[in-house]
């Protein structure tokens, strides 16, 4: 059993034109991990997987899944990969089983196959659309679909590229319960999404990308203690409390009874802000502490808000 | 079975999904040049000696349905898969270049010979034609129907829209296939037609093919054969090339 990691990624550059999009990338994801790729719009996420997946090529640098190279050992690389690509694609000529045998069918499965396409159509709440034209989908059951290809071969190593864009709240519960299971039957899960939360519910380590470098790779716990401020929230007797000038500068919004504040981990008091809200006349009557959450720190680390 | 096998049976059930249209409707056309043609020309045309026109027409009205089909086949179904973007999932398995061009080619191969099959058995209806020799005729349905698949190939990975494809279709394989002495033979051209004709490689195609069902062609067998080996070479080289390289496939 090979004991390296799942995927590493080797100093790799990847230019389109004058974009720079990969510049030197370089870490490892072990077997087993719950992995989150995080970065603002047009980071470079999808550049690194579709070089993984064979369907970039670099310009410089090295990847390998679980010991392969990706282009030179292609086969067995994508062999060992699953990927369910960020755009909702779909070939309007076949129906949902017939999708998901061919796909397995590119990957050389025989008969033996036809159970598991059983099991994902069930597990993808798919099997009573399976005989459905692809074009007869509803977006929702299309991205189901792009899972179930991705997974049809069984691969150790499974790839979402922003698996639940456009999909609605109920769904994206389901969908990550399915993926969950497949990371307790030990497959290792890498994932780049858009919703913050989920990553923070989901992944034990975290890369963030910004213009084709890696800002920061870490575990959620010390990402998140990374958070170099925490928002004080007062909530005071009057409507719209004053705020004295000084404080100016720390406010992030005031609605109704409650001023929130964005305070310094190190430099600010809570007692000192305290003081001066409360001789600026604004009778305090609660307050709460609140340590950044991943979206704070993201917008720290990439100067940016996601959206 | 290996993944290419798939990828052959899976284009080649995508064309008879739709047979009314990738089959049915390229024979009846076929048919219908064959009525009008026939009617409008017989005994008025010199064709070789002792065949009736309308048998010399129908070798040439295969061939001609053989070669728009093959070319169909695999350029539509890239295209597609590019425009829509499907065509990630093939490029993401374990297929190497060969594997992928043997698959669309011989899917395509299919489409052509089942569709030029298909216009002799309903003209045989109509007319006798003469077999001369069955390995000739064979032997030219199976590389004409390749080139054209391949080129179908190369022109479906270098298209970006359907209307580049389109384009293609239209001012190369269409004036080719039609200038190719499919309605006539080239000797009875004027000189200068001739030797341009001569640079058409679509016309050995079908003057190979002629001389399966006749034993009688413009040009020797042999250098029909020749020819239309060598362009099956290099397209396929270039064809290889394309998808060795991921050229417009993987960016
Ligand atoms: N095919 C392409 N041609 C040119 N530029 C591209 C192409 N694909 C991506 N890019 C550029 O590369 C950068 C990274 O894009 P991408 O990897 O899609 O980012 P992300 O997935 O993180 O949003 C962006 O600036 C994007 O515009
Ligand atoms: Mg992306």
């Given at each position: 059993m090979y004991s390296g990691p799942a995927v590493a990624i080797r100093e790799v550059h990847k230019r389109y034109g004058d974009i720079h999009a990969l510049k030197g990338v370089d870490f490892t994801i072990d077997q087993g991990e719950f992995f989150g790729l995080l970065g603002p719009n047009g980071a470079g996420k999808s550049t690194l997987i579709n070089a993984l997946a064979g369907l970039v090529r670099l310009d410089a640098g090295q990847m390998t899944v679980l010991g392969h190279d990706v282009v030179t050992g292609y086969r067995d690389s994508r062999r060992l990969l699953g990927v369910v690509p960020q755009e909702l694609v779909y070939d309007p000529f076949f129906r949902v089983r017939e999708t998901l045998r061919f796909q397995a069918g590119y990957f050389g499965l025989g008969r033996e196959v036809e159970t598991w396409i059983d099991e994902l159509l069930d597990a993808l709440n798919l099997a009573d659309r399976a005989t459905a034209n692809m074009r007869a989908l509803s977006g929702g059951m299309k991205r189901r679909v792009l899972i179930g290809q991705a997974l049809v071969h069984k691969p150790p190593v499974v790839v979402l590229d922003e698996p639940t864009a456009g999909v609605d709240v109920e769904l994206r519960q389901q969908l990550w319960g399915f993926i969950r299971r497949l990371h307790a039957e030990g497959h290792t899960i890498v994932l780049t999404t858009h919703y913050l939360e989920d990553a923070e519910e989901l992944c034990d380590r975290i890369a963030i990308v910004d213009h084709g470098e890696l800002v920061a790779l870490d575990t959620k716990r010390d990402l998140l203690a990374r958070g170099i401020s925490r928002t004080l929230h007062v909530y005071s007797e009057q409507k719209a409390p004053k705020v004295p000038d000084k404080l100016r500068d720390k406010v992030k919004r005031i609605h109704d009874y409650c001023v929130e504040l964005r305070l310094e981990r190190d430099r600010d008091s809570i007692v000192e802000v305290l003081d001066a809200l409360r001789d600026a006349g604004t009778r305090v009557c609660d307050l709460r502490v609140e340590d950044d959450d991943l979206e704070d720190v993201f917008v720290q680390l990439t100067g940016r808000s996601r959206q | 079975m290996g993944g290419a096998w798939w990828l052959f049976y899976k284009e080649v059930i995508r064309f008879f999904k739709v047979a009314f249209q990738t089959v049915l409707a390229p024979v009846i056309t076929a048919l219908l040049y064959l009525l009008v043609f026939s009617h409008v020309l017989e005994g008025r045309v010199r064709v070789f000696e002792d065949v009736p026109y309308t048998a010399f027409l129908i070798p040439g009205l295969m061939m001609m349905t053989i070669i728009q089909n093959a070319f169909a086949n695999s350029s539509s179904s890239l295209i597609q898969s590019k425009v829509t973007g499907n065509i990630v999932f093939i490029l993401i398995a374990p297929l190497s270049h060969l594997e992928l061009f043997t698959a669309y080619v011989a899917a395509a191969m299919v489409r052509g010979v089942v569709v030029g099959g298909g216009v002799f058995l309903l003209a045989v209806w109509y007319v006798n034609v003469p077999i001369y020799s069955l390995a000739v005729i064979l032997g030219f349905a199976v590389l004409g129907s390749a080139v054209l698949a391949t080129l179908g190939v190369i022109a479906g990975i270098w298209a970006e829209k359907f209307d580049q494809l389109a384009a293609f279709q239209n001012f190369i394989i269409m004036p080719l296939s039609f200038l190719s002495g499919v309605f006539y033979s080239i000797q009875s051209l004027p000189p200068l037609w001739q030797t341009v004709s001569?640079?058409?490689?679509?016309f050995y195609l079908i003057d190979g093919f002629r001389y399966g069902f006749f034993g009688a062609s413009d040009v020797p067998v042999v250098l029909s054969f020749a020819v239309t080996l060598l362009a099956l070479l290099m397209l396929a080289l270039l064809a290889l090339w394309m998808l060795g390289h991921g050229y417009k496939l993987r960016q």
């Open positions: - | 001569h640079l058409n490689p679509f």
